[in-house]
């Protein structure tokens, strides 16, 4: 089952687009990288057959450059329920941090030679405290009335200005006052460093550490915002990718090449039932007229459960998927661990037999070892075959400590040998034990794909009990990512699988 995905040949209210790009540039460089990363190569692949290639100015270049991320990061926003915006930190050594270093230390000397005059001089001073004053009060929200009008009243940058020029200014009581709404409005996680800020009495150094603050505070509203917005968000976020996508389309026609050959393999493949005992085809109704004929939602369905058994060091992933690629790459991960872990359950407890059946802490201690002990696998360095080498080594121990906490014999010495041969040979892909996994993890994730969300749950398939609730957490997770896919691409998707099943 394992390797039959991978045989086809190779040949990618308010208006959404303001609400959107708002309080999150700091993230596009990285966005771009991500996008760029993940692009197709036409020297590592055949590229398919598309639209003669025309010349674009830089403008043009630049400006679809900007619609992909701001396109990446509305969805990152929907689709990632982690999605944080982090303060920007520059690397090391760089030019730019040494150049901002230098400009910021100036900055800095200046206001420390202005306020050691006799008498100071706070024109420095007052107009950071009126930048001060412009991000409390962002932070506010509109029923703050009160908050908002203690700001603006000692805050007053006039009054302060007058209290300046008669040398009655208290920088000291400003501060204080600064520091005391800080703490107000600040999230829970920043209450040690706005409590640290009293212990500073230095004006220049404190008035350092209230900036260095306030930019944490002002990313900590950006995510609240984030936070606060996401569930109005769905809608409006299908709408804006299909519309930057169009976009994109326009300026670059062949966006949709690697779509439709990712499409046209998986038509091919349920047409020609190649894979019919692999991976059953999922959308077909029973007793179907024409049964060498899939419809639209199966092949799309067969399509996605291709991309969990993708080459993604050779082959570009489809146009419409890539911002998703390293979800469908950590699924595929998961999916890998799962096939390995089940696999060697239930060669073990089939081994074990009845005995340690009465143990009902038995197969979750088992689950726990191995897991652990296949915590790497994602990892280049892992070597699959020295690790199940080693879990043949504990699981034997851990059988044995079983049969005799139930009053058994251990196992003789023959079966513990046959036992670890099994589990070794889980590192070949043409194991039928590992096959037989892998064939029903997918036709769990088929039959769930094919259901939705709905409850009750698919059936976990027999022999896949020990990790039903791993493998129950990947096919929500897959499902939710398919269904939104869908939603923002389903016209483009009809209109290629239209002329692909009319020509067949």
Request: hydrophobic residues 40%; negative net charge.
């Amino acid at each position: 089952m394992s390797e039959n995905l991978d045989k086809s040949p190779v040949n990618k209210s308010e208006d959404p687009e303001q609400g959107l790009e708002g309080d999150v540039e700091c993230s596009d460089e990285a966005l771009q990288k991500k996008i760029k990363s993940g692009s197709p190569s036409p020297q590592r692949v055949r590229r398919p057959h598309s639209s003669p290639p025309r010349f674009v100015t830089v403008e043009e270049l630049l400006e679809t450059a900007k619609g992909v991320t701001n396109m990446a990061l509305a969805h990152e926003i929907v689709v990632n329920g982690d999605f944080q915006i982090k303060p920007v930190e520059l690397p090391e050594d760089s030019l730019e941090k040494r150049v901002k270093e230098i400009v910021h230390k100036a900055f800095w000397d200046c206001l420390s030679v202005q306020l050691s005059e006799d008498p100071p001089t706070y024109d420095h001073a007052i107009k950071l405290v009126g930048e001060i004053k412009e991000t409390l009060l962002s932070f506010l929200l509109p029923g703050h009335t009160r908050l908002k009008n203690q700001i603006t009243e000692v805050l007053d940058l006039e009054l302060i200005k007058q209290e300046a020029e008669n040398g009655a200014l208290d920088i000291s009581r400003l501060a204080e006052f600064i520091i005391g709404m800080m703490g107000t409005l600040c999230a829970p996680a920043r209450d040690e460093e706005v409590k640290k800020l009293k212990e500073i009495k230095e004006i220049v150094p404190l008035f350092r550490a209230i900036f260095s603050v306030l930019d944490l505070m002002k990313v900590d509203m950006a995510n609240f915002a984030v936070t606060s917005i996401r569930p109005h968000l769905m809608q409006q976020s299908v709408e804006y990718e299909r519309k930057k996508f169009q976009e994109l389309l326009e300026k670059q026609p062949n966006s949709l090449d690697f779509v439709t050959q990712w499409l046209e393999e998986a038509s091919d493949d349920l047409m020609t039932q190649k894979y019919k005992h692999a991976l059953p085809a999922g959308g077909e109704a029973a007793g179907s007229g024409d049964a060498s004929m899939p419809s639209p939602v199966s092949v799309q369905n067969y399509a996605y459960l291709k991309l969990l058994k993708w080459d993604h060091f050779h082959r570009p992933f489809p146009e419409t998927v890539l911002m998703d690629e390293s979800r469908f790459q950590e699924l595929q991960f998961q999916l890998e661990h799962l096939t390995i872990l089940g696999a060697v359950l239930l060669i073990t407890l089939s081994m074990a037999g009845p005995e340690t059946s009465s143990q009902v802490d038995f197969a979750e201690k088992l689950k726990m070892t191995v897991k652990i002990l296949l915590t790497d696998m994602h990892l280049p360095s892992f070597h699959l075959e020295e690790a199940l080498t080693a879990i043949g080594e504990k699981v034997c121990l851990e059988v044995n400590s079983c049969l005799s906490l139930c009053g058994f014999s251990p196992l003789p010495p023959d079966k513990e040998t046959v036992l670890k041969g099994q589990i070794e040979a889980v590192a070949s892909l043409d194991d039928p034990v590992r096959r037989i996994m892998e064939s029903r993890i997918l036709t769990y994730l088929e039959t769930h794909l094919a259901s939705g969300l709905q409850k009750p749950l698919p059936t976990v398939p027999g022999g896949l009990g020990p990790v039903q609730r791993e493998l129950e957490g990947v096919a929500v997770k897959f499902v939710r990512l398919v269904n939104y896919n869908k939603m923002v691409f389903c016209p483009y998707y009809d209109a290629i699988l239209s002329k692909i099943l009319l020509r067949a």
